[in-house]
C-alpha cells in the first residue's frame, strides 16, 4: 500500500499507526464526521477495508480514490536505466487521492522551512492536543485532526508552545478562514487546484505540490523548493547533485508524471544523496 505511506507524518504521527497483521490505520475528517478506517491487505492488487465512526459510510465512496482508482499513468516510458527498473518492479504502483486539502495542508504548512522532526512534533502535538479521539477499536490512542474552525481558534501562544512560529501559523489561520474555498480544489483541475491553493499567502509552490500529491492524487506534482529533492533526483539519475533550476529542467522529459518518478525512486531504494557534514540543526521557536 505504498499509496499510503505519504500520508503519514512521522512515526508518531496520532493520525496514522500499524499493526502486526502489516494493517494501516487512519484518523480522518471526511465532510459527514470523523473516521478510523483499518486497510489490511490481502495480495498485492487487495485489501480488506474496515471502518468506524460517523464517516464510515462515506469512506466506502473515498477508497478507490485513496488506492489510486483515478491514476492513469499512461504515457509514462521513462528512458533512464534506473527508473525502468524501478517502473518494472513497481508496476502497479498507483497514485492515490484523500480528496481532503485541510488535512494535508495544515501539515505540509507546519513543514515548511522547519527540519522535518520539528514539525512532526508541532503535528503530534496540536492533533492530540485539539483534534479528538478517533472512533473505532484503535490499536493505540489515535487522534482525528481538528476541524478548520478549530485551527482558526487555536491561540497564537498554543502554536508557539508547539514550536511553529507566527509566520506558518498566520497561514495555517488563513487557510482554516477559507477552508471552503481550499476544498473545493480538490473538484478542479490540478493547474486550477494549484492556483487556488497558492492563492493564499503563505503557500507557496512547494506547500501547493505537496497537497497536490496526496489530496489530488497529481503525478505531476514536484516539490520544488524541498531541502533535499533537486540533489536527491541529481545523484539517483546523473550521479552528481542539481538544484531546483536544474531539477525542473532535467524533468521536463517526464512531465506529467514528475512525480510519478520521483515515487518511483523513493519506493525502489534508488533515490540516493551522499551525505557531507553534519545534518541541519533543529531551531525551538519557543525560546523566542
Known sequence: MACLRDLRRGKGDPTFERDSAGSVWRASRLPSGPVTYRLTPVSRTAVRS???GPG????????PALLGSEDDSSGFAPEHPTLKEAHRQHPHLRLGRTGLVMEAL????LEQRVHGLSAF?????????????APGPTPKPMFVPPTP???RRIPSWEYHLANVDPARSKTIVRCAQVAPRMEEAASMSFADATRRLRAVPGVGIWTAAEVAQRAFGDPDALSVGDYHLAAVVGWSLLGRPLDDAGMIEYMKPLAPHRFRAVKLLQISGRAVKPKFGPRTPLVDHTWH
Open 50 to 52: 474496515q471502518a468506524w
Open 56 to 63: 464510515a459510510e462515506e469512506f466506502a465512496a473515498f477508497l
Open 106 to 109: 495544515v501539515p505540509a504548512v
Open 121 to 133: 512534533s508541532s503535528w503530534r502535538r496540536l492533533v492530540t492536543k485539539f483534534g479528538e479521539r
Open 149 to 151: 474552525d478549530v485551527w
